[in-house]
């Protein structure tokens, strides 16, 4: 068969050579996102011990990163409930941060208290996402999170921004890649070390990807970004990959896939973080990880809460 | 240079797992149940319908050994064959070769290996023998005027051997390229494979065969498949085989994953601006079709994401 129109989008030659590893970085950072983000989806509630091994099983498998739990109220997010126990009750590996999510300034004020020495807080790219989800506009939340950052900065505590819907959001669909860069560069200003670009609902693919990342990477130091793929159309490693490829170096994931995708029931959500370290330790990047502890990891949760694991490396790997 | 062509030949094999691979029957496979002949016809049409511009229609091995391609004459003969789309076969040897013929086969496959261990325990035969036996197969397609397209199994990892040097994959890769087959795709049969090792593999195949001639056939097992894919179309790979649903599971990982699903690999294709011809939505409606057939869900996430929402995905 012939080809025709044998022509090359030149956005997506992000290499040189044939080599995957040039242009790469050499070590990535792995946030895993499991405990809070992961669980926060879970159906069903998982006691604080569990939570507090899981915490520790992951600390143990090198990972640098560990959001630990949320300060929201328990009236919204009951999984979240014990946060105040979870914090206390991890064993801290040193070198391992446990950013905490704090949606405002009483959730920060709990989260120092119960021993946080990292926190976090989310914009949104989309405004009806926005409004929906915590009854604001984008600015809106934005003045909010100001109060969090000041008293941040006063208790020395470092704070991570994340964005979500930056490559689709469920109610409006395709988000300006503009939009995503304007709430990226406002957090980073604000005083964010670093800012995480979520595809919430995971619709995005290496085209949207590229995109957004060179409009924010325009307003935001591409070493103070990172990445937050679903999986729910399954593009979230060929996603990543193309980040990589365009200078990120910290990627967010969730062990064995866990939270689904509130927006398609039954759908996957989180990527595997167990499928992010196969393919990094793959393309000779360091990441610090023992796979087969993050396994174990996994594992326990999954028994934990009666489930399948998500992660394609889990599955084949305890059937060969 | 990293090229990504804004068309891409599509390649479509359905029932992937079912090769002439003897121990196939062996193992417990989720499509272990036998799908009738007009379940298999209605599938294909179905997939001409999309604009699929190839089908992997059948294999003419001896239902001895694939007992789920018994009906191999019948489904080629049955079929409503599209203008424009190619119907290839699976040929492992002469007698194969001249039945497909006979049922009317315009385009015929032959599967070679990277790995010794696995032509041995596949075939039964080294991989020296196994190309001997092609020699037979293209120059009789030669004759007939029929292409042949070319598979190299294991292209990256075995799974007795562990890891292939990329130059053996090269070395199969260019003997049945130099024999004549048209395409060579080569595959990732336990989708142990990662960006990585694939840049490494294409990097030494292509000092041999050119990427206008190569195609990729990625296994999800791993979940790395569209990673894969990806690199791939940059090193200038313009060809994916895939499976409607990701039918097919691993055979050496047992409730696995396999083939990548077409809907996965049409969605990131799509993404990318880059043009396939294929209607990602009638392709899901396949799926929907042979899945119901087989009573299994779909491994395709694209599929499952657009199952359970009113369909907020961007394309």
Not at chain 1, 209 to 233: G, I, K, Q, W
């Amino acid at each position: 068969m012939q080809l025709v129109n044998y022509y090359f989008p030149r956005k997506f030659m992000t290499f040189v050579g044939g080599s995957a590893s040039k242009n790469l970085p050499e070590r990535v950072k792995i946030v895993e996102v499991g405990p809070r983000d992961g669980l926060q989806n879970e159906k069903t509630i998982v006691p604080a011990e569990t939570k507090i091994h899981l915490i520790d099983m992951l600390s143990d498998s090198g990972l640098p990163v560990i959001e630990a739990t949320s300060f929201v109220s328990p009236k919204w997010v009951p999984q979240m409930a014990d946060q105040v126990e979870v914090m206390k009750g991890i064993s801290r590996k040193p070198g391992v941060s446990y950013p905490v999510l704090t949606p405002n300034l009483k959730g920060f004020q709990a989260a120092v208290k119960a021993g946080a020495t990292e926190v976090a807080i989310f914009g949104a790219a989309s405004e009806l996402f926005s409004k929906k989800n915590i009854n604001c506009s984008v600015d809106e939340s934005l003045q909010r999170f100001e109060e969090v950052m000041k008293a941040a900065k006063e208790a020395n505590v470092p704070v991570r921004g994340y964005v979500s819907c930056v490559l689709g959001c469920p109610y409006e669909g395709k988000v300006a890649p503009g939009k995503v860069a304007h709430v990226a560069k406002r957090l980073y200003s604000m005083g964010c070390y670093e800012i995480s670009l979520g595809d919430t609902i995971g619709v995005g693919t290496p085209g949207g990807m590229t995109e957004m990342l060179e409009a924010v990477s325009r307003e935001v130091p591409v070493s103070a970004l990172a990445v937050h793929c679903h999986d729910t159309y399954g593009q979230a490693l060929a996603n990543i990959l193309i980040a990589l490829q365009m200078g990120i170096s910290v990627v967010d994931s969730s062990v064995a896939g866990l939270g689904g995708c509130p927006y398609a029931q039954g759908a996957s959500g989180n990527v595997a973080t167990e499928d992010v370290v196969y393919m990094m330790h793959g393309l000779g990047i360091h990441t610090g990880v023992d796979l087969s502890k993050l396994m174990d990891a996994g594992a326990f949760i999954c028994r934990s809460l009666n489930r399948k694991t998500n992660s394609k490396v889990a599955q084949a790997t305890c059937k060969l | 240079m990293g090229n990504i062509p804004t068309t891409v030949k599509h390649c479509l094999s359905y029932e992937q797992l079912i090769r002439d691979y003897p121990w196939l029957k062996r193992l417990l496979l989720e499509e272990k149940e036998i799908v009738p002949t007009g379940v298999k016809i209605q599938l294909i049409d179905m997939l001409s319908g999309t604009g699929l511009p190839v089908i992997e229609a059948t294999s003419f091995v001896s239902s001895k050994w694939v007992p789920q391609m018994a009906d191999h004459t019948d489904v080629l003969k049955g079929i409503q064959r599209a203008p424009h789309v190619q119907y290839p076969v699976l040929t492992p040897n002469m007698h194969g070769f001249q039945d497909a013929v006979a049922a009317g086969a315009t385009e015929v496959a032959v599967f070679g290996s990277a790995s010794e261990t696995f032509s041995r325990k596949n075939i039964n035969c080294s991989i020296e023998e196994s190309m001997l036996r092609f020699e037979e197969v293209i120059s009789a397609a030669k004759e007939h005027q029929i292409p042949v397209r070319g598979y190299v199994s294991c292209a990256l990892g075995c799974p007795h051997e562990g890891y292939i040097e990329p130059s053996k994959v090269a070395e199969v890769a260019k003997r049945l390229y130099e024999m004549g087959c048209y395409e060579v795709s080569l595959g990732d049969t336990i989708g142990v494979g990662t960006p990585g090792s694939m840049a490494k593999m294409l990097r030494s195949v292509m000092e041999d065969v050119p990427s206008s001639a190569l195609a990729v056939h990625c296994h999800d097992t791993y979940g790395q498949a569209l990673a894969n894919i990806l690199i791939a179309l940059q090193m200038g790979v313009c060809v994916v085989d895939s499976a409607v649903a990701g039918l097919g599971g691993c055979p050496y990982a047992q409730g696995s994953s396999g083939n990548v699903s077409t809907e996965d690999v049409l969605y990131m294709l799509h993404g990318m601006g880059i043009e396939t011809g294929v209607d990602l939505a009638k392709v899901i409606e396949v799926g929907d079709f042979i899945c119901n057939a087989l009573c299994r869900k779909t491994n395709s996430r694209v599929a499952q994401a657009r199952g359970r929402t009113s369909g907020h995905a961007l394309l």
